[in-house]
């Protein structure tokens, strides 16, 4: 069975500290995709990425960066120079998408930015 | 990508009624979710809709209490029966794209 575990439940920072959120996933599917998902106050789902089983490279977007390690079964995700827009509740994903299953997402972290 | 259409975004229901939830995507898709979020919680998918079938419904989650249906490619509703307080929920439809799962607005339902 897949499953998405986030052990933070919510990180305080000060703004422009660096923060990184964990997300370890358990899944038998050699073929599989990792999701993060932002959720701001407002309650929308505001897609982050989407990162295939077969490319561990890792990735960066702006202030934003993804560590995909399949050896340890992790998918974490860095915030650099946290702002207090970043403040919102952010969710790591799993789905075995060419089966066109469901996504299973984690638990979420909730993300105190501070001024 | 896709666009969805949640209505109502909210409500304030009376326990014992039912309330329906539409979501209109604006391009055809096979397949529609419906998820549901409690408060202070992560998403919990309910049923898979399919057009022309029957929906698949997960485990705790079952057809008299959230009727489905799927009438085209392009919609679809989701009914919360004989509600109780612990129905308050955001539930929010889904639709599976290329690259991402495309969420609803959600609809923010609080029983009374």
Redesign the interface.
């Known amino acids: 069975a897949q499953k998405v575990t986030q052990a933070q439940t919510e990180i305080s920072v000060v703004e422009k500290e660096d923060v990184t959120l964990d997300c370890v996933y358990e899944t038998r599917d050699t073929t599989y995709y990792l999701?993060w998902y932002k959720q701001p106050p407002s309650?929308?789902?505001v897609?982050l990425i989407?990162r295939n089983s077969f490319d561990e490279q890792n990735e960066i977007s702006g202030r934003y960066s993804w560590n995909f390690q399949k050896s340890t079964s992790s998918f974490n995700f860095t915030i650099t120079a946290s702002q207090v827009v970043d403040s919102a509740v952010y969710?790591c994903a799993l789905?075995d998408?060419e089966y066109?299953n469901?996504?299973?997402?984690?638990?979420?972290t909730i993300l105190r930015v501070k001024s | 990508s896709a666009v969805i259409s949640q209505k109502p975004s909210r409500d304030i229901c009376q326990r014992g009624t039912s309330l329906t939830i539409q979501c209109q995507v604006d391009s055809q898709v096979t397949m529609m979710f419906w998820y549901r979020q409690q408060p202070g919680q992560s998403l919990t998918l309910i049923a898979t809709a399919n057009q022309g079938s029957e929906a698949t419904y997960e485990s705790g989650f079952v057809i008299d209490k959230f009727p489905i249906s799927r009438p085209n490619l392009t919609f679809s509703t989701l009914t919360v029966s004989n509600m109780s307080p612990e129905d308050s929920s955001i539930y929010l439809c889904s639709v599976k794209g290329d690259t991402e799962a495309f969420f609803g607005q959600g609809t923010r339902l609080t029983v009374v």
């Not at chain 1, 469901?102 to 979420?108: E, H, Q, S, Y």
């Open positions: 999701f309650g929308e789902l897609f989407r969710f789905s998408w066109g469901k996504l299973v997402f984690g638990a979420g």
